[in-house]
């Protein structure tokens, strides 16, 4: 039997043959496109291969890397510590490390390193480099607890100076309170919201007020008592205690009461930055005076005897001379009354100054201010009236020296300043505090309650977001509390300006390049430099003073704009000029711009402790500069000029 063979022909298509990649290049595309960065050196560290992302880890181009060696890319690995780890590798092939590296940029992070040693037609180790992520959340969450620790400090002492503060201002009431004690007037405060906050023991001598009585306008018998004490209780309603605190002007009235006495009542609104904190009333018994009237209406020797046993300081002034002084006037002015008698004698200059008032139909009571021979001024009340002296038309002065009861006045007025002050700092600063942390550390406490629940669940990539939440959380607690201590060293006077000679463009062209890549060139910054020399300057106070209003021209402004920077010079002077296309400064918080914790009406969510440009003022007086702001619309620009001249 034989064998058949069946002969098959099959048509072929041709196709073109792609060429084939050669072990190396297969080689290099997977390594360039591994997840970890990737790195080959020799016995002595020179680098001789490195992937695209080492390139991106340690932002050096591949040029730069395989010009460095190991030691140069700043991986925490000396000299003598490589020398080590080689060894080990000749012996075991592969290690395993963990390091920091320090990127092109500055940025620090945590890296884990797997060395592999290896041997082909030349002895060198190839190092796969991971980013630490954990590693680099614990570091920076054991930072933030430093600066949590180092700034709770810095509170307790915050918390200390306004107790040492509110312990100055008790003194200072104290000492106000003996002030007030001491005047021969009665003296009343009521605070801007018309509630009586203080007085003295004077007022209550005169009123007769019984221990009983509480002095509240919101207690009706207490009105019901003052009514029952003088004649025209419906007078006293509308003019003492029923008068508006809102009230700018001085109010002059005279009560007279059942028992026969006379009190004059003299009001003064007390203003800061044209607003009315408070109202202090003064009161004094004219009784005398008025019995000093119905005297000289009987005689004239009745007068004198009567104007000479008075403490009040009377005198008589015919054609602006002086016809007659009592023994109280000659004590308050200081002249003899042979020079206040004198041809050469001009009574201008006794009386300096003269403010009358004229209300509800009663008499004319004034304020008048004297300069005694020794150059003092006084401050006299009381009223100005027109009577008979010699048969001739004259005006009888009948006033009583105030001046203790203006000073308390001035002193009250600073009281109520200073305790309002303190009370918005407080409210600020707490308000500040509360809204700033609440976000962060919500996302924190979020974010790790998640991690907390679900670590042996989740894979790490889906544990990464939550890791990079509070990452960014704790990053912006850090720059707060980074903030709130630096505010409080420049508040406390620690800073001191010690100025030296550098380069003032480089320095400014390094500030601008950071904060280009803090912000991701969302802004472009314009740096325009017209100082071509060596400035004489602080660069510990001039780096935060820029950040801060280049930091703020960026972030109060739409992305893609433009910031400008420009710096011009005079032998004396250096002037910068930060001017930004943003949302402006409305009319209405520009008084308060550079005070603390005050943010604009405008800034919506945009976070702020209401600090930075507090501390940028500070910083520029103590550098013996001055700052200004113009914003009109949209946009501001900030203008800050500083001494530079060279000294010996």
């Keep these: 039997m034989s064998n058949s063979y069946i002969s098959v022909q099959s048509n072929s298509t041709k196709f073109s043959k792609q060429p084939e990649l050669t072990q190396s290049q297969l080689t290099k595309v997977i390594v360039d496109r591994a997840p970890d960065a990737i790195l080959c050196v020799e016995a002595d560290g020179q680098i001789f291969y490195v992937n695209d992302v080492t390139c991106n880890l340690t932002e050096c181009s591949r040029r730069e890397l395989l010009s460095k060696n190991l030691l140069d890319i700043k991986l925490e690995i000396d000299a003598a510590q490589w020398a080590k780890y080689w060894r080990r590798l000749t012996k075991e092939d592969s290690i395993n490390l963990t390091s920091k590296l320090e990127t092109k940029s500055g940025r620090t992070i945590f890296v884990e390193l797997v060395v592999n040693y290896v041997k082909e037609s030349k002895e060198f180790c190839c190092i796969f480099v991971k980013e630490k992520t954990n590693v680099a959340l614990a570091s920076k969450v054991e930072e933030c607890a430093t600066k949590l620790i180092e700034t709770n400090k810095q509170l307790s002492q915050e918390v200390t100076r306004l107790k040492q503060t509110e312990t100055q201002l008790a003194t200072s009431l104290s000492v106000l309170q003996s002030t007030l004690e001491s005047t021969a007037n009665g003296i009343v405060a009521l605070s801007f919201s018309g509630e009586i906050l203080s007085y003295n023991q004077k007022f209550i001598d005169m009123w007769q007020v019984p221990t009983g009585i509480m002095l509240s306008k919101k207690c009706s018998h207490s009105q019901k008592f003052f009514e029952n004490q003088v004649k025209d209780p419906e007078a006293f309603r509308k003019a003492v205690w029923s008068e508006s605190i809102q009230s700018k002007s001085d109010n002059y009235e005279i009560l007279e009461l059942i028992d026969g006495r006379t009190f004059a009542h003299h009001s003064k609104a007390q203003l800061i930055d044209g607003k009315i904190i408070g109202r202090v009333w003064s009161v004094w018994d004219i009784s005398k005076f008025k019995s000093t009237k119905e005297v000289l209406k009987q005689n004239e020797q009745g007068f004198a005897t009567l104007a000479e046993t008075t403490e009040a300081i009377m005198f008589i002034v015919r054609s602006w001379r002086l016809q007659y002084v009592n023994s109280a006037t000659v004590e308050v002015a200081g002249y003899t009354k042979e020079e206040l008698f004198s041809e050469n004698f001009n009574l201008s200059q006794l009386i300096v100054r003269q403010i009358p008032t004229q209300q509800n139909g009663n008499p004319q009571h004034q304020e008048i201010e004297i300069v005694t021979k020794n150059g003092d001024k006084r401050t006299l009340a009381g009223s100005i009236d027109g009577i008979d002296f010699d048969d001739q038309p004259a005006e009888l002065f009948a006033f009583?020296?105030?001046?203790?009861?203006?000073?308390?006045?001035?002193?009250?007025?600073?009281?109520?300043?200073?305790?309002?002050?303190?009370?918005?700092?407080?409210?600020?600063?707490?308000?500040?505090?509360?809204?700033?942390?609440?976000?962060?550390?919500?996302?924190?406490?979020?974010?790790?309650?998640?991690?907390?629940?679900?670590?042996?669940?989740?894979?790490e990539d889906k544990q990464l977001p939550y890791l990079a939440h509070i990452q960014v959380a704790v990053e912006q607690i850090g720059q707060l509390l980074e903030e709130i201590m630096s505010f409080s060293k420049v508040k406390a006077g620690k800073l001191i300006c010690k100025p030296s000679e550098f380069d003032l463009d480089q320095f400014c062209r390094d500030i601008v390049v950071q904060m280009q890549l803090a912000y991701s060139n969302q802004t472009q910054i314009v740096f325009v430099n017209k100082c071509d020399r060596q400035v004489y300057l602080d660069k510990q106070l001039l780096e935060p003073i820029l950040n801060n209003l280049l930091s703020n021209a960026i972030k109060y402004s739409s992305a893609n704009s433009t910031v400008t920077f420009e710096i011009a010079c005079t032998d004396a002077e250096i002037r910068f000029q930060i001017s930004d296309q943003g949302?402006?400064?409305?009319?209405?918080?520009?008084?308060?711009?550079?005070?603390?914790?005050?943010?604009?009406?405008?800034?919506?969510?945009?976070?702020?402790?209401?600090?930075?440009?507090?501390?940028?003022?500070?910083l520029v007086e103590v550098h013996g500069g001055s700052i200004s702001v113009v914003s009109v619309g949209k946009g501001s620009t900030f203008t800050f000029v500083l001494p530079s001249e060279k000294k010996p």
């Design 400 to 459: 009583i020296d105030i001046t203790a009861s203006k000073n308390a006045e001035a002193e009250v007025r600073q009281a109520l300043e200073q305790a309002k002050q303190l009370s918005q700092i407080k409210e600020r600063f707490v308000s500040m505090l509360c809204h700033q942390f609440r976000t962060p550390l919500n996302v924190v406490s979020f974010s790790a309650d998640l991690l907390k629940r679900h670590v042996h669940q989740w894979e």
């Design 583 to 618: 949302i402006g400064i409305p009319e209405r918080d520009r008084a308060q711009l550079f005070e603390p914790f005050h943010r604009c009406s405008n800034v919506g969510d945009l976070p702020g402790t209401g600090l930075g440009l507090s501390m940028v003022k500070m």
